[in-house]
């Protein structure tokens, strides 16, 4: 099973940081304030937090309340940043592959994965895993790109007119699961396709209990500030998910 | 609110009732077989099927061991159909828009609703009332166009190469949920857009449980019967889901 560790390639890393340096990116706008939205009360609440990258999110967990938060990267190189950057004597960082969290002796009452699971190609192991780590009523808040961004197999994304503008996105091989080769900064970077009914299925057959879908848009208020993510009418870029145990 | 019965305008009903009868037709080789599989046993169940047209589930529905089956439609004049061709003791029809089922005072095992929900402007309304009569335990299986479907809203709905061959459908304003006009035999045929994450939120709000969604796709033995259905692998044309109460 392939087990992807883009974040250690020093070109990757270095182009990912940057944009997440911008203030007014995806992440920031829709992505992350979704997320918390979705999150239950953390007081005294123990979280997993799957691929955590540079640890941001655990602070915040913390700073929410959280008694215990365990953070895990594959990438060594990301978590050098979150333990210089976001410690506290509540977190820790491991460094694990999430195809590997059967191997943690603990549960939790809080899993959440910010943006990782389309890089991983056992959904169902996983999902399974997460299942077995929580406690029983535990939640797992998870975001991951849209199905509509992750089914793109090459060419063209978008159709635009003469002015540039977007006219609409090209969607192809929808209903073909499996791995896509792009180019984020460096070539060959894989994400896996899954349909929409393929991951609340893999939900349900794991034992969850679906209790929310989000595939967020921005405000009137919002595109007056960012008028560029008008775009996410004709494709939105994340999906997130709430289920239960 | 609006309650559309395009069923009772002629020219739509021939049209209507001409692909229906074509054999190779996308219902009959995905959407019914797909919701047949999703249904529970229904031996000694009751059932209403919410825009039941001619009537032809009904009659499975008995055929499967249902004890009392309830059809309704909008359409008087598919329900002529329906009691001449689809009639029998356990059945009963009945001239009534979905969007008055509240009206009903029997409680039901199985709701059913083949390809109409997409009419319906009110969806959450309906879906409430859908919950209301449905007994402790009872499921809700439907059927609908596919979001990817519902969305367009113009245009063309698929971009070719110089052969003819569809390389890609052409998406826009999915994020965008209301009414579309289409041309379906007749103008200002009038479907309702949802999103993924509204239909399953609904649901959810209502008090259900998600059971299962499926985006049929052919098999490969049946893409060497029908090869023009390679195309829902861009596009599927149905969504359908399972829910319990």
Known sequence: MARQNIYDNEIFFEGYKKIRENEANANDLFEIP????????????????????????CTRFVASGAEKVVGID?????????????SAPEITYLNMPMEDISQLSEHFDVV???LALH??????????????L????????????HP?????SGGDRWTRDENGNKLHVNIAHYGVEGERELVWFVDHVK??????????????????TIEEVIEP?????????YPQYEDLFHKPDFMLVRVCK
Not at 148 to 152: A, R
Not at 217 to 223: G, K, N, Q, V
Request: net charge negative; hydrophobic share 40%; aromatic share 10%.
């Open 34 to 57: 979704t997320l918390f939205s979705m999150l239950p009360d953390l007081k005294g609440k123990s979280v997993l937090d799957l691929g955590c990258g540079f640890g941001e999110h």
């Open 134 to 145: 929580l406690e029983k009523g535990g939640v797992f808040i998870f975001s991951q790109e």
């Open 112 to 114: 959440v994965s910010s």
């Open 119 to 132: 890089y991983v190609e056992d959904f169902a192991d996983v999902i399974r895993n997460v299942y077995d």
């Open 148 to 152: 509509l961004c992750t089914c793109h």
């Open 191 to 208: 994400t896996y396709h899954r349909t929409f009914s393929t991951i609340m299925n893999t939900l349900i057959q794991a034992g969850f």
């Open 74 to 86: 594959i990438s060594e190189r990301m978590l050098e940043v979150a333990r210089k950057e976001n």
């Open 217 to 225: 848009l921005p405000t009137e208020e919002l595109l007056k500030h």
